[in-house]
């Protein structure tokens, strides 16, 4: 704490403040602990907060799934900033909007521990599809988009946005600036999927909310996160630490950082930098706290790479057959809740016998069912010359590394990776 407060004392004003806190257990006593101390540089949350003001908390709700899992903002770090805003005397709610939550918004509250937030804490949890919302415009990646917003964006004193650390299979990583999609109530999401369909042009509208949609403040949750095929399928990783800034800019180029990955190929953060949106790079931030460096995670797996977004658009459609990912069924997982049917924006999805059939001419690769199969029921399928891309990547690896010494744990994952690989490929 007494560093916090020493760095305090030497903040620079030129530069973007980032508080980091290390964190590693979702007990409620070491995250109130670590969420005052990332709080300490800017103030506290007096600073933000004050008494008989509505705090609308912004987490990341994306499904139907336990805590244990890593898809959602813990419900822990909930509840430790609701007791922070109500000992400051505030009114606290909580929403988020959820791509296929329409109708049974409920059991995502008790499936994600919000409800429990609520009941212990006296916040009002919000069904942001129920709530009146705002149509703004935004300046999208090739002109003008028109998009509606939750009302409780302008109508609550304080939003605080509390995003998760995760990967994305369409924008790399969903960090603190794509959280604020969540914003945007109801079906629409899935529209700009359609719309939007090239990867780094989904990604620019992602910051081009973000942008008309300014949340003062953002404390994020890298207690435990997702790498590999996230948001909704990827694997649990323990990265131990909690981060807080006025910008979530600030906060994603750190995250990007931890997980070893290049900011310019996060569709996100390279559309941010391009139209000035936060710092453009960590030198333009001021860190408190713990180190960067103290939480890099080398293991970090980053999703499949997005391949048509290298591709010139006169052999996209050459490329296709040739090139491709596409969603396909677990057999024996599905229990046909249609969640998968009613997201689809290309609606390429109709419920068979044995759950989704796939429209393969109409599919466009966005993942949306997978993204919101409350059972990870939909896997991603990629083409053979994929796999043996990736096979021919992980030879090159096994014998030349990675720019590092190869120890005898490092060829074993290599080698156990070239394995898996080759077994994908002979399926």
């Known amino acids: 704490m007494s560093d916090f407060l020493h760095e305090r004392e030497n903040m620079t004003a030129p530069l973007c403040p980032l508080a980091i806190s290390k964190c590693t257990s979702y007990s409620l006593d070491s995250i109130s602990k670590s969420v005052s101390e990332v709080l300490l540089p800017f103030g506290g949350l007096e600073a933000f907060v004050k008494p008989g003001q509505k705090v609308f908390l912004k987490p990341n709700m994306l499904s139907c799934k336990d805590p244990s899992a890593a898809a959602t903002t813990h419900p822990i770090i909930l509840e430790a900033v609701a007791n922070e805003c109500r000992r400051i005397g505030a009114q606290v709610y909580i929403g988020d909007s959820p791509p296929m939550a329409l109708g049974r918004i409920e059991s995502y509250w008790n499936t994600t521990g919000f409800k429990k937030v609520a009941e212990k804490t006296g916040a009002t949890l919000l069904a942001l599809e129920k709530e009146p919302s705002r149509q703004i415009r935004v300046n999208g990646p090739a002109g003008p988009v028109s998009i509606h917003v939750t009302e409780w964006l302008y109508s609550a004193d304080v939003v605080i946005n509390l995003p998760k650390l995760k ?93 070893g990955l290049d900011p310019e190929k996060i569709p996100t953060l390279a559309r941010c930098r391009k139209i000035d949106l936060g710092p453009k790079n960590l030198t333009q931030v001021r860190i408190f706290g713990e180190p960067i460096s103290s939480f890099k995670y080398p293991g970090f797996q980053a999703p499949a790479e997005p391949i048509f977004a290298k591709i010139p658009g006169v052999m996209v459609k050459i490329a296709q057959r040739l090139i491709w990912m596409r969603p396909k069924l677990k057999k024996g997982l599905c229990i046909k809740c249609k969640a998968c049917e009613r997201i689809c924006p290309a609606t390429a999805i109709s419920i068979a016998e044995e759950g989704p059939h796939f429209n393969r001419k109409s599919c466009i690769s966005c993942f949306c069912c997978m993204e919101v199969c409350p059972v990870d029921s939909i896997e991603m399928q990629t083409s053979s010359l994929i796999k043996l891309a990736l096979l021919a990547r992980e030879v090159k690896r096994f014998f030349w590394g990675e720019g590092k010494t190869n120890t005898s744990s490092d060829v074993e994952r290599r080698s156990a990776s070239i394995e898996e690989t080759l077994t994908s490929v002979m399926k």
């Not at 207690?223 to 981060?243: N, S, Y």
């Open 167 to 259: 990967t994305h299979n369409l924008t790399v990583i969903t960090g603190a600036v794509k959280n604020h999609f969540g914003l945007l109530p109801g079906l629409q999401k899935a529209q700009f999927h359609k719309r939007f369909p090239k990867l780094s042009d989904f990604g620019a509208l992602m910051a081009d909310i973000c942008a008309a949609t300014p949340i003062p403040l953002t404390i994020f949750d890298g207690v435990e996160g997702m790498d590999g095929q996230g948001p909704g399928g990827g694997r649990v990783i323990k990265t131990g630490l909690i981060m807080a800034a006025v910008d979530p800019v600030a906060i994603d180029l750190a995250f990007s950082a931890i997980a």
